[in-house]
């Protein structure tokens, strides 16, 4: 046992809300039958906002934020586990109900970790992180109900963002073409590197949301949530299929039955944080064979510990593109 570094969130005794790094002991760590000295993590979205504050996405206090990390097996009472085995966590309310990753160590259910899948290092899964995972859970759904690419395109919101880029490259792999709408246009070139065949603009989902719009799109991965989604379903092609897993844009979604009723619409809702354990190795094992790994390295930059109080609230203003990969230390 000793010290480690951590950043720490929680609420003064007026409810005001801060964040800061600081020293714990690590016999301060939660429950759990594994410790992990946690070499890589990433931020998402969610990250920015629990370390800002910005939305309720932290649900005890204090807490260490962040929802994934990879590393090393120290400790463990954990019949499937021991130490020196390389392993990664993503969802299972870390950063929210369960001390995260943004700490040198983490103590945690060895039910949540799984090894590192063949032919991927730390650094590389954690390039993935939440937000890759959670865009390959939506083309696994999408396939599941049925789409195919020779249905037609498939759209992408958020295109620029963690879960939009790796979406993109997981989509144009399995051989789709893809629509990338992005509210930064000055990031076409990346996007099409990535795969993208077509951009459009953030603002042609923005506008009047109509009960029924053009045909534009078989398919789609949308993680902006609000008027964007009932924008894309709107313009979804008769039978077609969109897997919704964000709220960038807001939690409402102002839209009508007649996209379900009258074209047949399928909206499907994609969740990654109870996520079985099972279903995680099929994903990650998925991931591991279809993953281009000179994409991911396109769309990541490393960053260390020091830096992630600066980068939360420029992932949430939108100023960060594709992965973010933090190194530890």
Avoid: Q
Avoid at 151 to 156: H, K, M, R, S
Avoid at 177 to 197: F, N
Avoid at 234 to 249: E, F, K, Q, V, W
């Amino acid at each position: 046992m000793g010290e480690i570094r951590a950043i720490l969130v929680d609420k003064d005794a007026a409810g005001g809300y801060r964040a800061a790094v600081t020293r714990l002991d690590e016999a301060d760590l939660m429950e759990g039958d594994v410790t992990v000295r946690i070499t890589h993590s990433t931020v998402n979205y969610k990250d920015g906002l629990a370390i800002t504050g910005r939305a309720p996405v932290v649900r005890r206090f204090p807490m260490i934020p962040g929802v994934d990390f990879a590393g090393v097996v120290e400790r463990s009472e954990h019949p499937a586990l021991k130490p020196g085995d390389a392993v990664l966590l993503n969802g299972w309310g870390c950063g929210e109900t369960h001390y995260g990753a943004y700490a040198d160590k983490a103590r945690v259910n060895g039910d949540w970790l799984i090894p590192l899948p063949a032919g991927l290092s730390a650094a590389e899964v954690m390039a993935v992180g939440t937000a890759g995972f959670t865009a390959m859970l939506c083309l696994m759904a999408l396939e599941k109900h049925g789409a195919t690419p020779a249905d037609g395109p498939a759209i992408v919101t958020g295109a620029a963002g963690g879960v939009g880029s790796t979406a993109i490259s997981f989509l144009a792999r399995a051989g789709w073409h893809v629509i990338a709408s992005t509210g930064r246009p000055e990031e076409a070139d990346y996007l099409k590197g990535l795969g993208a065949s077509e951009i459009i603009e953030r603002a042609e989902l923005a506008g009047p949301v109509k009960p029924l719009a053009r045909e534009r799109w078989a398919a789609g991965i949308d993680s902006v949530g609000s008027t964007t989604l009932a924008n894309v379903l709107s313009m979804t092609r008769y039978g077609g299929a969109i897997a919704a897993c964000g709220l960038a844009g807001g939690m409402d979604l102002p839209t009508t039955v007649a996209p379900f009723i009258l074209r047949g619409v399928a909206l499907l809702g994609v969740d990654c944080v109870l996520a079985t354990r099972e279903r995680r190795i099929a994903v990650w094992d998925r991931i591991a064979r279809d993953l281009d790994k000179a994409k991911l390295a396109a769309m990541t930059e490393t960053i260390g510990f020091d830096d992630l109080m600066r980068v939360a609230p420029e992932i949430l203003a939108g100023k960060v593109r594709g992965r973010l990969v933090v190194e530890m230390g």
